[in-house]
């Protein structure tokens, strides 16, 4: 998810369809001259991307918008999406802008993309699209080298359409990843439930500037999510919120994880993480 929050893009793990992806196309159209105007996370991401990343790379999601990456520095892109199924599912968009997609799987398991071979990974506005962040940066750590890098942007909750909404704490991130180790789907599909009732009550009402649904179509409308596994944001974070979660992921389950750098600029959190293995 290059583009961040606010363009609301479907970037790795399952596939929108039906009037979720037309309710994504027509709030990205809405949000088009909000994004022209900004720069300051452009040019906080180029910085960064500068400073911290080096040799060779994969980015999650790039779609139209990848990061800018210093001379010299070699990147491949993951998608669940080839760059066909990209330029077909969004016509308004430049398809001479869009990324040539190296791996198409989905974005949070990374099925089919070697281990230990990458010296960084890009995933912007990527980790709340998943209910499963702790076990995407497990799957993340897994393609890096003995010592990789993670450049992460989250969206800050109160600085895009999930204003409102509770900032998700990381015991119900560790929740979520016990449930889906222990693969119990059930509990795991009422926690979805609950946060696509959210995203109808919160964020669909920010986006169009309209009230919510009814209580009977929003029941419809959940079912219909769950049944397609919709993409939205399932998570939500601030800045102390994102330290928080690398704090608590490198005492849990990655204990070579090392926080180098938490930026926050007016829109996003970025995040540069170091990942060593146990015995590097």
């Avoid at 001479?96 to 912007?124: C, K, Q, W, Y």
């Avoid at 601030?238 to 704090?247: P, Y």
Wanted: charged share 25%; glycine share 6%; hydrophobic share 40%.
């Amino acid at each position: 998810m290059g583009l961040y929050s606010e363009s609301i893009r479907v970037s790795a793990a399952t596939q929108v369809n039906g009037d979720h992806m037309s309710l994504l196309k027509k709030a990205k159209r809405k949000l088009k001259p909000i994004v022209k105007s900004l720069g300051l996370w452009q040019i906080t991401r180029t910085k960064l991307a500068k400073k911290y990343l080096f040799g060779s790379g994969v980015e999650i999601g790039a779609l139209h918008q990848p990061l800018r990456i210093p001379s010299g520095v070699r990147i491949r892109h993951v998608d669940h999406r080839s760059w066909e199924q990209n330029v077909e599912s969004f016509p308004e968009l430049d398809s001479r802008e869009m990324v040539h997609v190296d791996f198409v799987t989905d974005g949070f398991t990374l099925e089919g993309v070697p281990s230990d071979e990458f010296d960084f990974l890009i995933a912007n506005h990527v980790l709340e699209h998943t209910p499963d962040p702790i076990g995407a940066l497990i799957q993340w750590r897994r393609v890096l080298k003995s010592s990789g890098i993670l450049f992460c942007a989250l969206p800050k909750v109160n600085a895009s359409f999930d204003k409102g909404r509770q900032v998700t704490t990381y015991d119900h991130m560790a929740e979520d990843y016990r449930l889906y180790q222990s693969r119990n789907f059930d509990s795991i599909k009422e926690r979805n439930k609950d946060h696509y009732l959210e995203w109808l009550s919160v964020c669909e009402p920010a986006i169009f500037k309209r009230p919510p649904v009814s209580a009977e179509e929003m029941i419809e409308r959940v079912d219909k999510m769950l049944g397609n596994g919709d993409e939205i944001h399932f998570h939500t974070f601030t800045a102390a919120s994102v330290r928080d979660m690398f704090i608590q992921v490198g005492k849990a389950v990655l204990p070579g994880l090392r926080i180098l750098e938490i930026v926050e600029t007016r829109k996003e959190v970025i995040a540069i993480i170091e990942i060593r293995n146990s015995t590097s």
